[in-house]
C-alpha cells in the first residue's frame, strides 16, 4: 500500500466544533487504530473572530490562519479542512490561498453538492453575519447548480447569532431560541437548511430531523472519501446526512 494521506484539520474556529468534528472524522473510518489515517488537528481558539473582521470590526485572523496551514503543510498534510464555514469568505480563504498551496477540501462547495444531490432548488443558510455579509455560499457556486440561497429575516437572524454564541461558551441554549430556531427552518418556504455554521452542528439532535445539511457532517464525509481515493484510486461510498 502506497504511503496514507495526512489529514490536517485548520481548526479552532471554534474550538468545540472542531474536536466534535475530528470525533465524527474518526468515525468513518471502519476497523482497529492502524486503520485510521494520520490527523493532524491545529485547535486554536486565539485566531481573532471572522465575523467581526468581515464586518470590519475585528482584527484580521488572516497571519494566524496563515502561520497554522504553513504547519500543517510542514507536517505533511495532504488533504487539509477548515471546519468553519465564515473562514471560506473570501476576503480570507482567497488570501490564504493566493499566499499558501493548500489541497483545501471546500466545506460551503460540498453543502451544496449535497443540496443538488438531493435535488434541493433553494436552501436556506443558517449560519454567521459575516458568511451571509460575505456570500460565502453564493461564492461557492457554479454552473453545475441552479440551487437559490435565502437567509433568515434580521430578527430570526438574531435568534441564530444567540445561539452561536451561547454553543460558542459552552453552554445549553434556552428552549425558547431553539424552538424559534426550529420554527424559522420550518416556515422559510426553502426546500432545505443548511447548518452553515458548525456551532449549530453541536445542537443538530435539537432541530428537525429532515430537511438539514449539516456543514460539518458534509465536511467530514467529504475529507472520508478524499483519503479512500487516495488509498484506493476510487470514489467513496456516497452518504446522507438527512
Do not use: W
Not at 13 to 41: K, Y
Not at 78 to 98: D, F, V, Y
Not at 234 to 241: F, H, K, Q, S, V
Amino acid at each position: 500500500m502506497s504511503r496514507p494521506p495526512i489529514i490536517g484539520i485548520l481548526g479552532g474556529m471554534g474550538p468545540r466544533a472542531t474536536v466534535e468534528f475530528e470525533r465524527r472524522l474518526v468515525n468513518l473510518f471502519a476497523g482497529n487504530d492502524q486503520a485510521i489515517p494520520p490527523i493532524v488537528s491545529i485547535n486554536d481558539g486565539s485566531i481573532p473572530d471572522r465575523t467581526q473582521f468581515l464586518l470590519g470590526e475585528g482584527a484580521d485572523p488572516h497571519e494566524k490562519l496563515a502561520a497554522a496551514a504553513k504547519r500543517l503543510l510542514a507536517c505533511g498534510a495532504t488533504i487539509i479542512c477548515m471546519p468553519c464555514n465564515t473562514a471560506h469568505a473570501e476576503p480570507i480563504l482567497g488570501r490564504l490561498q493566493a499566499r499558501l498551496d493548500l489541497p483545501l477540501v471546500h466545506m460551503p462547495a460540498g453543502c451544496l453538492d449535497e443540496a443538488a444531490m438531493r435535488g434541493y432548488r433553494s436552501v436556506l443558510v443558517l449560519g454567521t453575519e459575516g458568511t451571509r455579509l460575505s456570500g460565502v455560499f453564493e461564492n461557492a457556486e457554479n454552473t453545475g447548480r441552479s440551487i437559490i440561497c435565502q437567509y433568515p429575516k434580521r430578527s430570526d437572524q438574531a435568534v441564530i447569532n444567540r445561539v452561536i454564541a451561547t454553543v460558542k461558551r459552552g453552554e445549553p441554549s434556552t428552549a425558547t431560541d431553539i424552538l424559534r430556531l426550529r420554527r424559522i427552518v420550518s416556515t422559510s418556504g426553502s426546500d432545505g437548511a443548511i447548518l452553515a455554521c458548525t456551532e449549530l452542528s453541536l445542537i443538530r439532535e435539537r432541530l428537525p430531523k429532515l430537511g438539514i445539511i449539516d456543514s460539518l457532517e458534509v465536511l467530514a464525509h467529504r475529507c472520508h472519501e478524499q483519503t479512500m481515493m487516495a488509498y484506493t484510486g476510487r470514489e467513496g461510498a456516497n452518504y446522507d446526512t438527512r
